[in-house]
């Protein structure tokens, strides 16, 4: 999918403005240029999606966390990503459980699955129980197997009934916030935040 340059600072623009929030560790304005958008840590400068990217590894920052919590009453539609590293066992469900801490609840539409050395490879959609291998060119989606339903039948629950609460839309409007992981330098959920970045208008 093809995003359009975004920019705040660009009059003429007609996409929607998207800035990046996170400390430099988790590399935020490399991120951002990966999706054409600004990395910019002012939460006073309009935007139409403010995106936070958090590394496992170093946790969430107090500017960081004050960015987030400038954005509260302004209901600005958020997306969490959480950087994965392709070389280590980067925990994806602590991060969540950080972000659930020290900015809002969050809901987690994807959960990672391992290969056997234990590094990130695949997501698995809540949703519709479909598995994304991403150690393919181009992805590959398939039906996942009964032992990963069982792995994750209590989050997919937990999603499900976050989903009939809040709305299908809820996430546009700034109620809901999805936590997506993503590889650093590689593939995986890259497709996912670009699906939550065209669904600002």
């Known amino acids: 999918m093809s ?7 660009e009059g003429g623009e007609s996409g929607p403005r998207i800035h990046f929030f996170g400390h430099e560790s988790a590399h935020p304005a490399q991120i951002a ?5 600004l990395s910019d840590q002012d939460p006073t400068t309009p935007c139409d999606l403010a995106v936070f990217v958090v590394n496992p590894a170093t946790g969430i920052d107090g500017p960081t966390i004050a960015a987030w919590e400038a954005l509260n009453d302004s209901m600005v539609p958020r997306l969490i990503i959480i950087v994965l590293d392709e070389e ?3 925990d994806f469900d602590d991060a969540v459980m950080i972000c659930n801490r020290v900015f809002d609840q969050t ?5 990672v699955l391992h290969d056997d ?5 695949a997501l698995i959609n809540l949703q519709t129980l479909k598995i994304i291998d ?5 992805p590959a989606i398939s039906d996942s ?10 989050f997919r629950e937990e999603y499900l009934e976050v989903l009939e609460t809040q709305g299908e839309d ?24 670009e699906s939550y970045i065209a669904r600002i208008k």
């Open 134 to 138: 991403y150690s393919t060119t181009p």
């Open 107 to 111: 809901v987690t539409p994807f959960l």
């Open 117 to 121: 050395a234990g590094l990130p490879c």
């Open 170 to 193: 809820a996430f546009e409007a700034g109620l809901m916030f999805p936590a997506i992981p993503l590889t650093m330098n590689g593939p995986l959920g890259a497709d996912i935040v």
């Open 88 to 90: 280590t066992e980067a």
């Open 33 to 37: 240029h990966r999706f054409g958008a």
């Open 145 to 154: 197997e009964s032992e990963h339903q069982t792995l994750v039948s209590e």
């Open 3 to 9: 995003i359009p340059s975004l920019s705040a600072k």
